[in-house]
């Protein structure tokens, strides 16, 4: 079972690394994203593919792009804790 002395003498360094390595996650699919947009999005919104397939396949690489979007708030997020519990006035040990 967790001690006062336990949570008071915590070492939270590593909750520091986990949260650069959640802002980096962050960098990644934001550049996923745009990489996606550019290369594989473009393709159904340059106009050059028309039809039913073309509206389908906007449909499906907006959404996808969305998801990027989302995955980038969400490590962002996660960052957001890790940084806030680590900077907390209870959390002052190293």
Known sequence: MLTYQDAM??????????????SKMAEG?????EAY???????????QWVGMPADAAKTRFTSTR????????EARAMASCATSTR????ASKP
């Open 37 to 47: 947009g550019s290369s594989v999005q473009a393709v159904a919104s340059d106009g």
């Open 29 to 33: 699919f934001d550049d996923l994203g």
């Open 66 to 73: 969305k998801q990027f979007s989302a995955a980038a708030v």
């Open 9 to 22: 003498t915590i070492r939270l360094g590593p909750l520091t690394t986990a949260a650069r390595s959640w």
């Open 87 to 90: 900077s907390s006035p209870s």
